[in-house]
């Protein structure tokens, strides 16, 4: 989901294959200002994610902290809306990752943390019975 400069001869665009993910981050302005993140794809050269709130602006430079506390610094490549993708300035190691994805998983399953945060539950209406009407 990230646009990389492309080859002169051809015009094609470079890309690394993308994984589909969804992984909770932080992500860091400039500023230092901090918003939760759901990253939706990652590959070693770049990652897409949703903000929030707004996301950051093409030609940002942002931090984003990984699950393991790893760190990774990039440049905003575009954005739409909530939704943005960024090149990094450094291969992401993705092997690193999924087992900091597997240790974070593991941690919760055997401290019984899994739970589903009120933000994500469904909330199904109840009728009140007295007032459904009898066809």
Avoid: C, Y
């Avoid at 400069?5 to 094609?12: D, K, S, V, Y």
């Avoid at 990652?42 to 506390?69: F, H, K, M, Q």
């Avoid at 092997?95 to 998983?105: D, F, I, P, V």
């Amino acid at each position: 989901m990230s646009f990389m400069a492309p080859i002169p001869q051809t015009g094609e665009v470079v890309r690394n294959a993308r994984q589909p993910r969804i992984i909770r981050a932080r992500l860091i302005h400039r500023d230092g200002e901090e918003q939760e993140i759901v990253i939706r794809n990652v590959s070693e050269s770049g990652i897409g994610a949703s903000a929030r709130g707004p996301a950051p602006v093409r030609g940002e430079r942002i931090t984003i902290i990984l699950p393991g506390g790893q760190e990774v610094k990039g440049l905003v490549r575009w954005f739409s809306g909530h939704t943005f993708g960024m090149e990094l300035e450094t291969t992401l190691d993705l092997e690193g990752l999924s087992l900091a994805l597997q240790r974070q998983a593991h941690i919760a399953q055997v401290s019984g943390e899994w739970r589903v945060e009120n933000r994500h539950r469904v909330h199904t209406p109840q009728a009140d019975p007295s007032r459904i009407r009898r066809v």
